[in-house]
């Protein structure tokens, strides 16, 4: 599994032109399954993600969680973070996992969230649009491998 962590002070998530999801303070993770991501890739981010300190505190360190900020994290379902550019200008997203698999492990990695943090969710497949305010920006990239 592959993750864009963005740091926000709000994100709204929209399908049809109607409001899906809305999150004050917190993450957007677009969340990438590709193949043979299993439940030990899911358990890695919810472990990771609650505790992953790209917050400032009072000194201005980044050292505080989004537990510790008391935020939301809208999580979105991304198969294009298993892009593959390396041949020619279109991409192949072969490493991508199949739909079922895939929504299987984002509804997965939600729910173990959901037992630390508030979630909000986008909707696996649809044509979202997405607006947010990122705090910085602040943004890191991960990989359960």
Known sequence: MKAVVQRVLSAKLKVDGK????????LVVFLGVGKGDGIKDGDYFIKKLP??????????????SVLDEKGEILLVSQFTLFADTSHGNRPSFLDAENPEKADELYKYVGAGLEKTVPVKY???????????IND??????????
Not at 19 to 26: L, Q
Not at 123 to 132: C, H, L, R, S, T
Not at 136 to 145: A, C, K
């Open 51 to 64: 505790a992953l300190r790209i917050f400032e505190d009072e000194n201005e360190k980044i050292n505080r």
């Open 19 to 26: 409001t899906v999801s809305e999150i004050g303070k917190g």
């Open 122 to 132: 986008g909707v696996f497949g649809a044509d979202m649009k997405i607006e947010q």
């Open 136 to 145: 910085g920006p602040f943004t890191v990239v991960m990989e359960s491998r």
